[in-house]
Nanobody, 121 residues
Framework: VQLVESGGGLVQPGGSLRLSCTSS?????MGWFRQAPGKEREFVAAISGSGGSLFYADSVKGRFTISRDNAANTVYLQMNSLKPGDTAVFYC??????????????????WGQGTQVTVSS
């Protein structure tokens, strides 16, 4: 299984970015995590295989939206009202248990290579 992220970049505070993660193989539950320099990788958002269950970290609730297009094997993370504190490498991850939306990175079986998001003026 390969996960390929895209969409990262440099954006000013208050701006928006949309990350994409395209997977090979079957449908998985998907999650987005991020890791800032010197910090542990942390949960951002997750979506079940059907797309019917979503979960967000409190720090991004109301600003980020996770969605998926199963026909395209792609999961998206729309990020609005970005803050400097959102600066991190963002990773998508796939969980073979398609019913759950786990916040625990240990539940995820496959990981992408990461894409850098930098929020700065």
């Amino acid at each position: 299984v390969q996960l390929v992220e895209s969409g990262g970049g440099l954006v000013q505070p208050g701006g928006s970015l949309r990350l994409s993660c395209t997977s090979s193989g079957r449908i998985f539950s998907m999650g987005w995590f991020r890791q800032a320099p010197g910090k542990e990788r942390e949960f951002v958002a997750a979506i079940s295989g059907s797309g019917g269950s979503l979960f967000y970290a409190d720090s991004v609730k109301g600003r980020f939206t996770i969605s998926r297009d199963n026909a395209a094997n792609t999961v998206y993370l729309q990020m609005n009202s970005l803050k400097p504190g959102d600066t991190a490498v963002f990773y998508c991850a796939a969980d073979r248990d398609t019913w759950r939306t786990s916040t625990d990175l240990r539940d995820y079986d496959y990981w992408g290579q990461g894409t850098q998001v930098t929020v700065s003026s």
